[in-house]
């Protein structure tokens, strides 16, 4: 069974401050590696996500994540916090049979 | 875009009901899946499908079942509803081919609350 760790249920950055959430998993194979946000009583939206190629990851609303597989991390990064950016995300791991299995989400708050 | 409809956004029940939720996609996803969110424990896998009348158990399957006559219909039943059911109920599906496996499109949740 895969395995996906967030640091930190909770990060706090001033607007224009860089966000950064970390993601590692435990996968004995190549996985699939997604990011996804919800927004209060929302399902959850993609982010972005890395299945095979590049490394570095661009997604919806500045984000990006880069892979690195000797780390087995994934972790999510946007240079500049937007109030809009105030959300909970989730990093997931697939590896390959199209099944997800889900970190237990990081909370992010922007403080103006 | 692909688009995932869970007939409820909130619901509440009484301790002992039958209670069912509906999933519908709109885009011929052969996968389809059902998990439950509570806060700390991120979303845990109750059970999914592959195909038409086929289900298999996720992680937390124990008092619930599921029902896929159709190819964009995935049902959650709770055969009898408790308190510690209560949650937030969300549908996903996905394609299954591997060149264009794109991860989840998500449902907008179903908030259960058993009373």
């Known amino acids: 069974a895969q395995s996906v760790t967030q640091l930190g249920s909770h990060v706090s950055v001033s607007e224009g401050a860089l966000v950064l959430l970390r993601c590692n998993y435990s996968s004995s194979v190549p996985p699939y590696l997604f990011w996804y946000v919800q927004y209060p009583n929302q399902g959850l939206q993609l982010l972005l996500k890395?299945?095979?190629?590049?490394?570095l990851v661009k997604g919806i609303n500045g984000f990006e994540a880069e892979f690195k597989k000797s780390e087995t991390s994934f972790h999510l990064t946007k240079p500049s916090a937007h109030m809009s950016d105030a959300a909970e995300y989730f990093c997931?791991?697939?590896?390959?049979?199209?099944?997800?299995?889900f970190g237990a989400g990081t909370t992010v708050t922007v403080r103006a | 875009d692909v688009k995932v409809t869970q007939s409820s956004r909130y619901l509440v029940k009484r301790t002992g009901e039958k209670v069912f939720l509906e999933c519908v996609q709109d885009?011929?996803?052969?996968?389809m899946f059902w998990y439950r969110q509570d806060p700390g424990l991120g979303l845990r896998l109750i059970y999914f499908?592959?195909?038409?009348?086929?289900?298999e158990k996720g992680d937390i399957p124990e008092g619930y079942s599921v029902s896929r006559e159709k190819k964009e219909r995935f049902s959650l039943i709770l055969e009898s509803a408790s308190t510690n059911q209560t949650s937030m109920y969300l549908c996903a599906s996905s394609i299954s081919s591997s060149e264009k496996f794109y991860g989840y499109t998500f449902g907008s949740g179903t908030r259960l609350t058993v009373v």
């Open positions: 997931a791991v697939s590896p390959n049979d199209y099944k997800l299995s």
């Open positions: 885009m011929d996803h052969e996968n």
């Open positions: 499908s592959y195909d038409v009348k086929m289900k």
């Open positions: 890395y299945t095979t190629g590049a490394t």
